[in-house]
C-alpha cells in the first residue's frame, strides 16, 4: 500500500472533479446515499481548497480531510483557530494509519498559520482523545410537548413582537443578537456572509420530512433581541395533528426574549412538541418548565478542543480569579507541549512560559483541552482522576481561575 496525503486539486483538472471525488469518498466513509448536491451549493462554498487534502492508495482516493479557518471565541476574547472537518476513510482501508496521517498534515498546517487552537464534532468520541482532543462543550438536546410546556416562571416583557424573515435575508436582523451572545459565551466561531449562507441552506433532500426553513427575529422598537430558525414537520398518523417544530439555531441577548422565543414555538398551531437539538448545557428553560418531567432533556458532548499551542492558547484567554500554578502537560501528540509550564494570569490577560519549578497541577493535554473553554471544571476532572494535585489548594485555585459564567457552546455543526 503506497499512501500519499496530497492537496484536493493536486489530481484534478477542476475544482468541480475534485469535489466530486470528495463527495464520493465522504459518502463511502459514512456509508450514507446522500442526494446529489450542487457544486456551488453554501456548504461547499466554505470550503478551503489549500486546507483539504485526499490521502491516495495508488489511484484510488481512500482518505479525506479539511479544516476551516476560524476565529473560536474563547474566555475574554477569540483566538485563531482549526475548525477541523471532512475527516473520513474508506472502509477498505481503515486502521492503517490513514486518519492519522492526515491529521498530522492539518495540525501541522495550523501550526505554520499560528493557531493556537483545533475543534471538531466528532462522529464517534472514541476517536479524538488519543489525538489530544478534549470535550470543551456539551449540548442539551430537548423535546417539550405542547400540553405540558407552560413557562409560568419565565419573564415576559411585553414590548416585545415577532416578526417572521426569509433565512437567507435575515443576517441584517440576526448578526448583532448572534455577535452579542459570541461575546459572552465561549465556543462560538465568527460568521460572515459566506458562513450564513451556509448556516440557512436549506437544501429539500436533507428535510426529513420538515417543510420550508423559517427564521422569527423577536425585537422591541430598538432592534432584535433574539432569533430561532425553525422548520414543521406536520403529522397526522393518529388521526389527530401532532406535529413537530424543529429547531435548527435559536439565540437571544435576554431572558424575556428567549422565554417569548419558546412560548412562540411551544404554542404552535397543529403541533404536538417542540424538538431541538442543540440547546446550551445551561440553557433556562430547564428551570422554566412549570412540567419538567414531561420534557426530554439528555446532555450529550459537543465542541472537541485541541490545544495546539499550549503557552499561546493559555495566554490568550482571561481568567475569573487570580491564578499562578506550574500546569505539568502530558502531549502525545505535540511534543512541544509536553513539559511544566507556569502560568500567571487574571481578568486583564496571562503569562505562560516553559519553568523547570516542581509541578501544581498533573494532567494531559486532552484534560487541558477540556477544561480550557469553562466548560467542565478543573475539579470535576480531578475527581474523575483525569487531573493530578501535586500543591494542596492548586486544583480549588485552577477552577475558580479556568471557570466562565456561561457555559461555553457551539452553535452549528461545522
Known sequence: MALSIEPLLARHDTREAALKTLLELDDSAFGEVAPDLDLESPGLAVLEEDRTV??????????????????????????????????????THRRRGVMRGMLDHLHAQAVEREEPLAALWAAEPTIYGRFGYGVATRLMKTVIPRDHGSLSKAPSDSSLRMEMVSPSEDREMTQGVYDTVRSRRPGFPAVDEKWHKRLVSDPVAYRDGYAQLRTTVVLDDDGPRGFVRHAFKPDWSKGFADGTVGVRHMLAVDPAAEAALWRYLIEWDLSGRVSHWNCPSDDPIQYWLDEPRHSTRQVDDQLYIKLMDVPAALEGRTYSQPI?????????????????????????????????????????????????????????????GLIRQRTPGALEAATSAFSHPYAPFSPYVF
Request: net charge negative; aromatic share 6%.
Open 324 to 384: 499562578d500554578v506550574v500546569l505539568d502537560v502530558t502531549d502525545n501528540d505535540i511534543g512541544e507541549n509536553s513539559r511544566r509550564w507556569r502560568l500567571s494570569g487574571d481578568s486583564n490577560g496571562a503569562k505562560c512560559a516553559a519553568t523547570s519549578d516542581a509541578a501544581d497541577i498533573e494532567l494531559q493535554v486532552s484534560s487541558l483541552a477540556a477544561v480550557y473553554l469553562g466548560g467542565p471544571s478543573v475539579l470535576d476532572l480531578a475527581k474523575a
Open 54 to 91: 485526499l490521502t491516495y492508495d495508488d489511484a484510488q482516493a481512500v482518505g479525506a480531510a479539511s479544516a476551516y479557518t476560524y476565529r473560536l471565541s474563547v474566555p475574554g476574547g477569540e483566538l485563531p483557530t482549526a475548525g477541523v472537518t471532512w475527516v473520513g476513510v474508506r472502509p
